[in-house]
């Protein structure tokens, strides 16, 4: 795929916002309404406009922008102003991450296509692994959603509706899920995203309710830490 990253400006909100509802069209439809589109459109400009050089777009010169990625180095002052503007849940887990030195938080992360989704994901995760080195970041948090969680609780409970379990119970379900894996190799998930995470050297922490939107995730999505390697120090002279 030939695909360039490059900070985000005000002029890419209509191309970030059409990759957002095409990278999620289970959570918000295959044909969104006008007044969805312009709901997305208002909450994407806000976000823009409170992480300028930290947004980022993946385009290729065929399809302009296919894939973007929205992160922030994460500290206390900034916790309430990007909880407003992500409409974060107000967690611990979140809380901590913002409460820890050298560290930064992926906010948002879309590709469209099933069939570029990992390699752009992995372009734009390069990209920001480099952009965090130079800001001495020495720490990524990041949710992932849990895409297979609907799948397997249809396969281990055939009968019972997921919705109308209590929150609670599908609560446990979610973290029960989030920490199986699969059958010949028990270091590895079983949802097929998480193990795409955990094989690139990224650690599972926990289960975060009310934060995917999509069905197959049921709402719960997993926070994720990515601990970065030093930076290489040059050979003397």
Same mark, same amino acid.
């Given at each position: 795929?030939?695909?360039?990253?490059?900070?985000?400006?005000?002029?890419?909100?209509?191309?970030?916002?059409?990759?957002?509802?095409?990278?999620?069209?289970?959570?918000?439809?295959?044909?969104?309404?006008?007044?969805?589109?312009? /709901?997305?459109?208002?909450?994407?400009?806000?976000? &823009?406009?409170?992480?300028?050089?930290?947004?980022?777009?993946?385009?290729?010169?065929?399809?302009?922008?296919?894939?973007?990625?929205?992160?922030?180095?994460?500290?206390?002052?900034?916790?309430? !102003?990007?909880? !407003?503007?992500?409409?974060?849940?107000?967690?611990?887990? &979140?809380?901590?991450?913002?409460?820890?030195?050298?560290?930064?938080?992926?906010?948002?992360?879309?590709?469209?296509?099933?069939? @570029?989704?990992?390699?752009?994901?992995?372009?734009?995760?390069?990209? &920001?692994?480099? @952009?965090?080195? @130079?800001?001495?970041?020495?720490?990524?948090?990041?949710?992932?959603?849990?895409?297979?969680?609907?799948?397997?609780?249809?396969?281990?409970?055939?009968?019972?509706?997921?919705?109308?379990?209590?929150?609670?119970?599908?609560?446990?379900?979610?973290?029960?899920?989030?920490? /199986?894996?699969?059958?010949?190799?028990?270091?590895?998930?079983?949802?097929?995203?998480? @193990?795409?995470?955990?094989?690139?050297?990224? !650690?599972?922490?926990?289960?975060?309710?009310?934060? /995917?939107?999509?069905?197959?995730?049921?709402?719960?999505?997993?926070?994720?830490?990515?601990?970065?390697?030093?930076?290489?120090?040059?050979?003397?002279?």
């Amino acid at each position: 795929m030939t695909a360039t990253v490059r900070a985000a400006t005000m002029a890419d909100l209509d191309g970030m916002v059409d990759v957002e509802l095409r990278a999620f069209d289970d959570a918000y439809g295959g044909e969104p309404s006008p007044e969805l589109v312009a /709901s997305v459109r208002q909450i994407w400009a806000g976000r &823009l406009g409170i992480l300028g050089e930290w947004a980022r777009v993946l385009e290729t010169p065929a399809d302009g922008i296919i894939g973007l990625l929205l992160c922030c180095p994460a500290d206390p002052a900034r916790y309430a !102003q990007v909880r !407003q503007h992500f409409q974060l849940d107000d967690d611990d887990l &979140l809380r901590m991450v913002f409460g820890e030195p050298a560290t930064a938080y992926v906010l948002n992360l879309a590709v469209v296509g099933s069939e @570029r989704h990992l390699a752009g994901s992995l372009r734009l995760f390069a990209d &920001l692994r480099a @952009r965090a080195r @130079r800001f001495s970041i020495r720490r990524l948090y990041f949710h992932s959603r849990v895409i297979g969680f609907a799948g397997w609780l249809a396969d281990e409970f055939p009968d019972a509706d997921p919705t109308a379990l209590p929150p609670a119970e599908r609560l446990r379900l979610a973290q029960r899920y989030s920490k /199986s894996t699969m059958p010949n190799d028990n270091t590895r998930p079983l949802d097929r995203l998480l @193990r795409m995470y955990v094989d690139r050297g990224c !650690q599972v922490l926990g289960v975060t309710s009310g934060w /995917s939107l999509d069905r197959l995730s049921l709402g719960y999505g997993v926070l994720c830490r990515r601990d970065l390697p030093p930076q290489p120090r040059s050979a003397p002279a």
